[in-house]
């Protein structure tokens, strides 16, 4: 079978950032490309057309072709307009396809890939319920049962026809016999004749007279295809599940880390492009409990088979995605949170030193938190009176409530948060001594303090070791000088206004900070809750690019994890609708430039061609230069790690004659770099 991830070009969509115009292309290594990571395993709605039929699936949606066998998957890079479908029905006389989103916002999709967008009802701004309940299709028309009443959309023409305020919950609508039927709740039933005003709440009235089958509905094509559905693989992850990432050794590692709901455990690992599930649904079999709630999961650095995951119930161990041991208070120093609960021995961050030593953290642990799991196989926990604060369940001096984000910095300490309101604070141990310090009274360099609401939620150190705190009260920098202060002063970082006046502002003041991850160029991507995603330069007074779903391809505000593979520059954003990147303009960095491995792309650059030329294996902040053939300098500028990017234009901002332009490079003191030649085409 032939699987096409593609979209056909007709529908390639651009969206439009500051500092950048960039396309959203599935296959593109373009600097500023986007791509989605979605999951389609979970098989929902089958509507056929000829050879064609559309899949609802992990509230996604794919086009699979029975005549070629092909699969086209759809999603915000190439044409849909949001993300977490609700809904879907086929309209055979328009010939085209609703879905329906979670937040009401309608796409009408064609077999061609045409997709037209109908925002009415989501931008609609209304106290009364706008979900989507059911749609009911009926000549041209889909009728929209919704928390309200029905929207009756005129798939032809993709227009909202008429609204029926109902004043009531509707969950199904059918047309019999001249006369509109709509369920209430699932239990009562309203109805009018199709030729009264149906606008006039009047004329609906209550009836107990209605044909048997007047809400049974249509499903021969999900009798009919759900078993050829189920042997295709339009790819992606098994669950749109990525609380928790990280990128190691060329594999990106994620897990749910749903903290606050009961989620089935998802551990998910990403290499070359290729997806592999852990064995999570057959656990229960084996340990004779449920299988939730993964927080932290971490490779073996002696074994890349090798992996351990933290969960509620303990920890996990896994040996190329199948499940070895579990580990509990039975087997191991671990601990419930009242000393007894077996499904409540939260193991909430685990983390590989470089000896291949494990090291995990045990929240709410009535004695201990800190334990290392040695790579002989022997179990040592270490009293830790800094993190145990926590009373309750009739213990004094527990272990905080929520110890996350394992991180070892450049001087190989091991640093930790407590994301939780009591006591909100971070951590730094030194393992060789067992020692610790709590960072936790946060007064900024203006004696300001720092009352964050909910909890530290992530820790990061930047290239420059400093370390930086999320919280819900924006970022906080502790500044490599003030690390080992008995008193911190901690730092907020201000951003002139550039407005004629002396004042400035906190950098991102009040926005909650779920991630923070360095890339090569020691700019920092912070992920927020509810307000996108925020790239802030090296010397962190510049907001780069601000990221959100209304002005880019990201697929929810709610961003709950950032990882970077710096290699390639690519950026992977876990939210709460799923999995995307974004291809950034910075790489890891060489540390010496040669012929060999410093390159331009695209080489050549064509004529249909105008997005930014990339040249990489750079050194750390390299000079760089364009040259023209005769030596005139056409650009120049930094590296943000080991790449540096041109729109091949020059100085007054015209698109370069075509000819073979010179890239000269210099390491930051000034030492000669190497060159590079790229070739452009008009």
């Not at 091949?648 to 003191?669: E, F, L, P, Q």
């Amino acid at each position: 079978m032939r699987i096409v991830f593609t979209i056909k070009r007709n529908f390639w969509v651009k969206c439009i950032l500051p500092f950048y115009l960039f396309t959203c292309l599935p296959l593109s290594a373009q600097v500023g490309t986007w791509k989605n990571y979605l999951s389609y395993h979970h098989i929902q709605q089958i509507y056929a057309s000829g050879d064609d039929i559309f899949v609802r699936a992990s509230n996604g949606l794919y086009l699979y072709n029975k005549k070629d066998q092909s699969i086209t998957t759809f999603d915000k890079t190439n044409g849909l307009s949001d993300t977490n479908i609700k809904l879907i029905g086929w309209n055979k006389q328009a010939n085209r396809l609703i879905a329906v989103y979670q937040n009401s916002n309608i796409d009408l999709v064609e077999t061609n890939g045409n997709i037209t967008n109908i925002s009415s009802l989501y931008a609609k701004t209304m106290t009364e319920d706008k979900s989507v309940n059911h749609i009911y299709i009926n000549g041209q028309f889909a009728y929209l049962s919704t928390g309200f009443g029905i929207v009756k959309v005129n798939m032809q023409k993709a227009e909202i026809t008429e609204t029926y305020h109902l004043g009531k919950n509707i969950t199904a609508t059918s047309i019999k016999n001249n006369t509109i039927y709509a369920k209430i709740d699932d239990s009562a039933v309203i109805s009018a004749p199709t030729a009264s005003n149906l606008l006039d709440p009047g004329n609906w009235t209550p009836t107990d007279d209605y044909p048997y089958d007047t809400f049974i509905f249509d499903q021969k094509d999900w009798e009919n295809y759900y078993d050829l559905i189920l042997t295709l693989n339009p790819g992606g992850p098994k669950y749109n599940l990525f609380g928790f990432m990280r990128f190691i050794n060329g594999k990106l590692i994620t897990c749910d880390n749903n903290t606050s709901d009961v989620v089935n455990a998802a551990i998910q690992v990403l290499k070359d492009n290729e997806w592999e599930s852990f064995e999570t649904e057959t656990v229960y079999d084996k340990i004779g409990r449920t299988f939730i709630n993964v927080y932290a999961v971490d490779v073996d650095p002696l074994d890349d088979t090798h992996y351990f995951a933290g969960a509620r119930a303990g920890l996990f161990e896994f040996r190329n995605g199948k499940f070895v041991k579990h580990y509990n208070s039975k087997n191991s120093p671990i601990e419930a949170y009242n000393g007894k609960s077996f499904n409540h021995q939260m193991v909430t961050g685990v983390k590989y030193d470089k000896s291949g030593d494990l090291w995990l953290i045990n929240s709410s642990a009535p004695t201990k938190s800190i334990i290392k799991y040695t790579k002989s196989g022997e179990f040592i926990s270490y009293d830790v009176p800094q993190v145990m604060k926590l009373d309750g369940n009739g213990y004094t001096n527990k272990s905080n409530g929520e110890l996350a984000n394992i991180i070892f910095d450049s001087k190989g300490y091991m640093w930790f948060v407590n994301n939780n309101w009591y006591r909100p604070a971070a951590y730094r141990y030194d393992m060789n001594n067992n020692t610790c310090i709590e960072y936790y009274h946060f007064i900024n360099q203006d004696g300001t303090e720092i009352n964050t609401t909910y909890g530290v939620r992530c820790v990061s150190e930047d290239k420059e070791g400093n370390m930086w705190f999320g919280t819900d009260l924006g970022p906080i920098l502790l500044e490599k000088s003030q690390i080992e202060a008995s008193n911190p002063v901690y730092t907020q970082v201000k951003v002139p206004r550039n407005d004629g006046t002396n004042y400035a502002d906190y950098l991102l003041n009040k926005i909650d900070i779920s991630a923070i991850a360095i890339d090569a160029g020691n700019r920092k991507w912070m992920g927020t809750n509810g307000d996108g995603v925020y790239l802030i330069s090296a010397d962190n007074l510049t907001q780069l690019q601000h990221f959100t779903t209304e002005n880019s391809c990201l697929l929810s505000n709610i961003v709950k994890s950032i990882a970077i593979n710096e290699k390639t520059g690519e950026v992977f954003f876990g939210t709460d609708d799923g999995l995307c990147s974004y291809l950034s303009d910075a790489t890891d960095i060489n540390p010496e430039m040669t012929e060999d491995n410093v390159w331009a792309y695209p080489n050549p650059v064509t004529p249909d061609y105008n997005g930014l030329i990339t040249v990489v294996g750079l050194s750390f902040n390299a000079d760089v230069k364009i040259l023209s053939s005769n030596g005139t300098l056409i650009a120049e500028g930094r590296s943000n790690g080991g790449s540096f990017t041109w729109d091949g234009k020059d100085k007054n901002g015209n698109r370069v004659a075509s000819g073979i332009y010179m890239v000269a490079t210099a390491t930051n003191d000034g030492k000669k770099g190497t060159v590079c030649k790229i070739a452009i085409l008009n």
